[in-house]
Structures are given as C-alpha cells and as structure tokens.
C-alpha cells in the first residue's frame, strides 16, 4: 500500500504561484510514474501534469504547459508541481497519483493509487 500526502495549496491571486509537493511513503517510490490530476467544482477530474520514474518523461495537458512544471526527487520520495502564471480557472484540488502500470501519463485507470488532494484557490 502506497500513502500519497499533498501539501501546497492554498489561496492566490491570479498571476500568482504555487509550488505544490506530494509525499509518498513507498521504498520503491522511484519506479512509479507520478501524476497531478485536478478536479474544478461540478468538473470532472482532468489530468494536469505526469513524470516518468527517473524523470525522463513528463507530460502536460495543453492548457498548462508554459505554465506548470512537474518534477521529482527519488531521494525524497516526492513530486513537485510547480505553477507559475495562475489564473482563476485553476482553482480545484489537486490530487498525486502513483503508477506502477508504466508510461500512459493521462490515462486516470492506470493510477493505482491517489492522495487526498490539495485545494488551489485563485482569486481575480
């Protein structure tokens, strides 16, 4: 069983940045691939940002790259989220998820596990 701990989140205002950090608890953290998904109120959940296990992959939904940059630290055992040039649309929760099912980055089933979320809020 693998914990997800986020944390980072809070209330911005928009232009504004947030770096959120997600925690697991796993040993064997650094073969997972790790994404950020969020979820806006009365939305669905949407794919935000994923990194493969070393980090030689990432990926970006369309209407953050530029914006948003994912990272890692296997010495951690943390992913990073990093988002710069925030806008109101953004406001949501953000959830960590952990893969052991290789490289489909946006696919939400291939996540086995998930962390409760953070909440982002952007204000005007």
């Known amino acids: 069983q693998v914990q997800l701990v986020e944390s980072g989140g809070g209330l911005v205002q928009a232009g504004g940045s947030l770096r959120l950090s997600c925690a697991a608890s796993?040993?064997?953290?650094?073969?997972?691939?790790m994404g950020w998904f969020r979820q806006a109120p009365g939305k669905e959940r949407e794919f935000v940002a994923a990194?493969?296990?070393?980090?030689?992959?990432?990926a970006y939904a369309d209407s953050m790259k530029g914006r948003f940059t994912i990272s890692r630290d296997n010495s951690k055992n943390t992913v990073y989220l990093q988002m710069n040039s925030l806008e109101p649309e953004d406001t949501a929760v953000y959830y960590c998820?952990?893969?052991?099912?290789?490289?489909?980055?946006?696919?939400?089933?291939?996540?086995?596990?998930w962390g409760q979320g953070t909440q982002v809020r952007v204000s005007s």
């Open positions: 998820a952990a893969s052991t099912m290789g490289w489909s980055p946006r696919t939400q089933a291939r996540y086995d596990y």
């Open positions: 990194i493969s296990w070393n980090g030689g992959s990432t």
């Open positions: 796993a040993r064997t953290f650094s073969y997972y691939t």
